[in-house]
């Protein structure tokens, strides 16, 4: 058989016979080729063949990449990169996977059934575990097992409390402590607890308005304003989902089945720190903490703020032909400091 041979116009002509638009961020569907050092080679109709990096390729750790993705059988990928020098598209089988894992995740939970997780690290007030190539975090408080030893790749019976897949959080309790024993749980600690009270727990989920903290079986609410005596502007400023904390309790509702928290309660309350060491008349640097229309909050003490009416805020401005930002640092005056009624009097005039 004699081997037909093109001329550069030829060759070039059947290559246009590859009507494609493929371009980055495309779901495309390929068969695997084969293997290389780097990853998988993978057609997708292009005019050469694609490849998924072995990073990219694997959503198990434990499963051979040529299990994951067998020769000679079709697959989606999602394109990563387009066409380098050479012509090759990058192609990611994980990121699919996974998208599809999240959606699978989130009907398991909408159905309030139970998954298999497996143990991969214990960490700080916890265990992370695998699901179904997803990592998720399990509070200490929500797990039962015989023994703390050799955890590491342990089977777990999980049901799904929280995913956030944006940020990518995701909290699990194990069966037996969510399911069987939730509510007689909480019948317990609803018994067991009181006003003023300090509790451990674990938080298990942080949101702009505050965080939940699992206190044995009950998420409570640690609302922003309860977290620190200074101003946050976010509760992941100070906290981190995983973390153990002391909490004083200081709302119980029985009949709603809900706790609230405060942290800021266990330290001691700047305003009364402040009394004898903050008299009228004092000159004090402090900083701006915040800017409002209305005027600018200065921290005068570690943890007491005041406020500095806008005028003068502008006032201050012109004269000085400057910006003030938050972090800055600024004299002020103290006029009339009133810490029972926890306000206080500022100016920034030397008079």
């Not at 990592?135 to 019976?157: A, Y």
């Not at 749980?185 to 699992?214: H, L, P, Y």
């Not at 003490?301 to 500095?308: D, I, M, R, S, W």
Request: glycine letters at 8%.
């Amino acid at each position: 058989m004699t081997e037909q041979v093109y001329t550069d116009a030829e060759f070039e002509a059947l290559l246009n016979n590859y009507d494609y638009s493929f371009q980055k961020g495309d779901l495309v569907k390929g068969i695997v080729c084969s293997y290389d050092s780097s990853g998988v080679i993978v057609d997708i109709g292009a005019k050469t063949a694609a490849y998924v990096p072995t990073k990219e390729a694997i959503v198990d750790k434990s499963v051979d990449i040529e299990e994951t993705l067998k020769k000679g059988q079709e697959y989606e990928f999602l394109i990563i990169r387009e066409e380098d020098e050479e012509g090759r598209f990058m192609l990611s089988y994980k990121k699919v996977a996974m998208a599809y894992s999240w959606r699978e995740l989130e009907e398991l939970k909408a159905n309030d059934e139970v998954v298999e997780g497996t143990i991969v690290s214990v960490v700080k007030g916890g265990v992370l575990v695998e699901v179904k190539g997803v990592r998720g975090f399990v509070p200490s408080s929500h797990l039962k097992l015989k023994s703390t030893d050799n955890l590491i790749g342990e089977k777990l019976e999980l049901k799904i409390l929280t995913m956030d897949i944006q940020q990518g959080n995701f909290i699990l309790s194990n069966r037996k402590a969510y399911a069987d024993d939730k509510e007689e749980g909480k019948k317990d600690i609803f018994e067991s607890v009181e006003v003023g009270q300090v509790v451990k727990g674990d938080v298990v989920r942080i949101t702009d308005f505050g965080a939940f903290v699992d206190i044995g079986g009950i998420d409570a609410l640690l609302p922003l304003s309860q977290i620190s005596w200074r101003w946050v502007d976010h509760p992941s400023d100070i906290l981190k989902v995983g973390d153990n904390i002391s909490v004083e309790i200081i709302v119980i509702d029985k009949e709603k089945q809900r706790i609230s928290l405060s942290l800021k309660n266990l330290e001691k309350d700047p305003w009364v720190e402040a009394k004898g060491k903050i008299s009228d008349g004092d000159k004090i640097e402090g900083t701006i903490t915040r800017i409002k229309h209305f005027g600018a909050f200065v921290e005068v003490f570690p943890g007491v703020e005041a406020l500095l009416p806008n005028n003068e805020l502008i006032e201050y401005q012109n004269q000085n032909s400057t910006i003030l930002k938050v972090g800055d640092k600024i004299q002020t005056t103290i006029l009339k400091f009133n810490p029972d009624d926890r306000r206080i009097s500022l100016s920034i005039k030397n008079d």
